[in-house]
């Protein structure tokens, strides 16, 4: 069974462009969510979908980024316009509909984000 | 102050060795607790969810205090292929899926 993937692996860009970061979830999986890892600092939550409602996206930093999930099976984030301090590590994640709290989250291999 | 806290290491050990983690938490609301293994570059795993009773799986041990907040991984005879960082992660709101990781501490394991 295929894990969770993501695309781009890396991205580089520079400040004020746009990017989009894609994942796939495993499939049948209905909850989805993006973290990000800024260097020298912990893995962050930024959203979590369930199929394709946002149920939480108390972790996104501002309103450059935009997360969608349309037909709830993949997800896109954009960051427009990016900055500086958006470089790090875009992971996504997914797991099980119906569960509790020890659902298992399984990660995506990241997109390494670099503005220059 | 952070919500988990890790040492992040290096531990360097033998092989063979055991060697213990620490992490904290500080929201006591807090249900449900994880190690997750990352190593170089790659994507978290999950090692091992963390009950209240404790639990084991093969050379690891977790356990869980509620009252002091405080979560624990020993690793027994430690492998070469052990070497990697250890992640705590809990996920602190009730309702919410999110998880909260520590910095992670990294796990050295010599010849």
């Known amino acids: 069974e295929a894990g969770v993937t993501q695309f781009p692996s890396h991205s580089v860009i520079e400040k004020g462009q746009t990017v989009t970061l894609r994942c796939d979830p495993i499939?049948?999986?209905?909850?989805l969510y993006w973290y990000r890892r800024v260097m020298g600092k912990e893995i962050k939550f930024l959203l979590h979908f369930v199929k394709e409602s946002k149920q939480d996206e108390s972790g996104m930093p501002n309103n450059r980024f935009l997360a969608e999930r349309t037909g709830g099976t993949y997800s896109t984030l954009k960051v427009q316009p990016a900055e500086l301090e958006d470089s790090g590590v875009y992971f996504c994640?997914?797991?099980?509909?119906?569960?509790?709290?020890?659902?298992?989250?399984?990660f995506g291999p990241g997109t390494r984000l670099t503005v220059l | 102050r952070k919500e988990v806290e890790q040492d992040p290491g290096p531990f360097n050990v033998p092989e063979g060795a055991t060697v213990a983690f620490n992490c904290t938490y500080s929201?006591?609301?807090?249900?449900?607790f994880f190690w997750y293994r990352q190593d170089c570059r790659k994507e978290p795993k999950l090692l091992m969810s963390?009950?209240?009773s404790g639990n084991e799986d093969g050379r690891f041990t977790a356990q869980l205090n509620r009252a002091s907040q405080y979560i624990s991984l020993l690793i027994r005879d430690s492998k070469l292929s052990d070497s990697a960082t250890y992640l705590c992660v809990v996920n602190s709101d009730t309702g919410r899926r999110a998880l909260t990781f520590g910095s992670g501490t990294r796990l050295q394991v010599q010849p």
């Open positions: 499939s049948g999986h209905d909850n």
């Open positions: 994640a997914s797991s099980l509909s119906a569960g509790g709290p020890y659902d298992e989250q399984f």
């Open positions: 963390v009950y209240s």
């Open positions: 929201n006591s609301a807090s249900q449900s």
